[in-house]
């Protein structure tokens, strides 16, 4: 079996360490990022929306912004 070293401060400096299994990783994950599927109305209005915004970004009516408040 190999041996892991971690330095006690590094552990103290980032507020400590956990150890899990991949499987009850996996299985936390899972949990915590709900999957929602939508139908429909629903589905149909978000593709819309999608291909409107991808067609105005090809064009260049999109522009890049640092923060929020330079929308304002």
Do not use: C, N, W
């Amino acid at each position: 079996m190999a041996t892991i070293s971690i330095p006690k401060t590094k552990i103290e400096k980032q507020g400590g360490i956990v150890i899990l299994s991949v499987k009850e990783y996996q299985r936390l994950v899972k949990q915590s990022i709900p999957t929602r599927y939508l139908f429909g109305k629903e589905a149909k209005k978000l593709d819309t929306l999608v291909s409107k915004s991808l067609r105005e970004h090809r064009q260049g009516k999109t522009r890049t912004i640092r923060s929020l408040a330079d929308l304002g």
